[in-house]
């Protein structure tokens, strides 16, 4: 089945505490991207990846790192975690970027940070 | 301003009625438009994409895009309760930015027996 997987799929943790959540699909697809939301602020963009060793920064990428060292994962660090970063993540995935490409989301992670 | 701006809603229509959600958004160069539902604590799936000018129907759903007025919208007829979603318009704009997507806050359907 063709999917964009994420895990853990729920985490609490503490302040400063190093974690990541990884990403995955199986479509061989080439961009990729990693996005939170909150309640009255949407989605909003925090990295992105062209393509494999090619990533960029979104919207709201501090506190935040990605790397693409394979084409199918796009893990997210969380170096230094602070409550702020509170959020349900999504990461999401398209064959490649232009008119009408799909992305294709996981199904999220919800993080809570104390 | 926001790149792209959503009525935030909610919006409330009855069962079989006609629902209309609008989206603005601000840059001239944007080529793509995407319509995704969310459903309360799930993830976004895409209903629909438009790039021309005009209309594209699929099935219930109408996605409508004016570039002159920077303007797409997404009428969803004989609405059911299931339709009962939050609705994201999300803009790709090609160029310098290629591969972006920006999302609005989304509208709040719903459909109500």
């Known amino acids: 089945e063709a999917q964009v997987t994420q895990n853990p799929r729920y985490l609490i943790t503490v302040t400063g505490k190093k974690l990541t959540v990884t990403c995955s699909q199986n479509m061989n697809h080439e961009y990729m991207s990693w996005y939170r939301q909150d309640p009255g602020l949407g989605l909003r963009q925090i990295y992105y990846s062209m393509n494999v060793e090619v990533t960029d920064k979104g919207d709201v990428p501090e506190g935040y790192k990605v790397s693409r060292k394979e084409k199918r994962n796009f893990p997210l660090i969380l170096e230094s975690p602070s409550p702020n970063q509170t959020s349900l993540y999504f990461c999401?995935?398209?064959?490649?970027?232009?008119?009408?490409?799909?992305?294709?989301f996981g199904p999220g992670t919800r993080l809570t940070v104390l | 301003q926001k790149e792209v701006e959503q009525n935030s809603g909610p919006l409330s229509v009855p069962e079989g009625a006609i629902a209309s959600l609008n989206c603005t958004y601000s840059?001239?160069?944007?080529?793509?438009f995407f319509w995704y539902r969310q459903y309360s604590g799930k993830s976004p799936e895409l209903i629909m994409f438009i790039y021309s000018n005009g209309d594209k129907e699929d099935g219930r759903f109408t996605a409508q895009l004016n570039k002159a007025s920077q303007y797409v919208s997404l009428l969803i007829r004989d609405s059911q309760p299931s339709d009962s979603a939050t609705y994201l318009c999300?803009?790709?704009?090609?160029?310098?930015?290629?591969?972006?997507?920006?999302f609005g806050r989304g509208t709040q359907l719903t459909v109500w027996p």
């Open positions: 999401a995935s398209s064959l490649s970027v232009g008119q009408g490409n799909e992305q294709f």
């Open positions: 999300a803009v790709n704009r090609d160029g310098s930015t290629l591969g972006r997507l920006y």
């Open positions: 840059d001239r160069g944007s080529q793509s």
